[in-house]
């Protein structure tokens, strides 16, 4: 699977849009990528996935560049709820292994 | 529909003793998972299993063993607990690979600690 990078950590004002980035540049063509994130010491959580198209669900968006070489979470209107540690993969899902590296900690202030 | 349910929640051990973490899920999901999480480090992959009666190693099984004799049913098992093995374990199952079917339900987690 490919290596994703990831930065450290981000700053959000509550109500604002999150735009988190993800580099995949060694992704190959039957590779998706999924976004999870983990809040405080629980499970991680599903948030959405892609392949080649942009992709909106209840919880958030995902933009995906043409090349496929990186990707943006966005997350439109973030509350101090989304404060998180998130998390990009991609994978081809074979046998549905995922690796998590250390993700983005999201830190969403009044 | 409870998803992933892991017990126990919480379990001290003394170094050198055993015990079995209880993972099921009531989504006839296929495949299941086993993850620990270090402090502020991200999930690392025990084993893993694509069916009833069938299971692998992942990037960390050195000290765990693990069956899977219904679809339900996942349970990790260490065996001579060492601190290391101190962490948060996390129990995940998914419908199958790629796509949508890979994407992947967790439990709460179990905190252990070794001592």
């Known amino acids: 699977d490919a290596k994703t990078t990831q930065p450290t950590s981000m700053d959000c004002a509550e109500g604002r849009a999150a735009n988190l980035p993800c580099n995949h540049s060694t992704i190959s063509g039957n590779e998706y990528v999924y976004w999870y994130r983990q809040i405080h010491s629980q499970g991680p959580q599903y948030i959405i996935h892609?392949?080649?198209n942009n992709e909106t669900n209840e919880m958030a968006s995902l933009i995906i560049t043409e090349d496929r070489k990186s990707s943006t979470l966005i997350l439109p209107h973030a509350t101090l709820r989304d404060t998180a540690v998130y998390y990009c993969i991609v994978s081809s899902g074979t046998a549905s292994k995922l690796t998590f590296g250390t993700g983005t900690r999201l830190q969403v202030t009044l | 529909n409870a998803g992933v349910t892991q017990t126990p929640k919480f379990r001290i051990l003394k170094i050198g003793q055993s015990m079995t973490l209880q993972c099921t899920q009531d989504?006839?999901?296929?495949?299941m998972y086993w993850y620990r999480q270090d402090p502020g480090m991200g999930l690392k992959l025990i084993y893993y299993?694509?069916?009833?009666?069938i299971t692998d190693k992942g990037e960390v099984p050195n000290g765990y063993n693990v069956s899977r004799s219904t679809t339900e049913d996942f349970p990790l098992r260490l065996e001579l607990a060492a601190p290391s093995q101190t962490s948060v374990y996390f129990c995940a199952s998914s419908w199958g690979p790629g796509g949508p079917g890979a994407i992947q339900y967790f439990g709460a987690g179990t905190r252990l600690s070794v001592l």
């Open positions: 989504m006839n999901h296929n495949y």
């Open positions: 299993s694509v069916g009833a009666g």
């Open positions: 892609g392949l080649k």
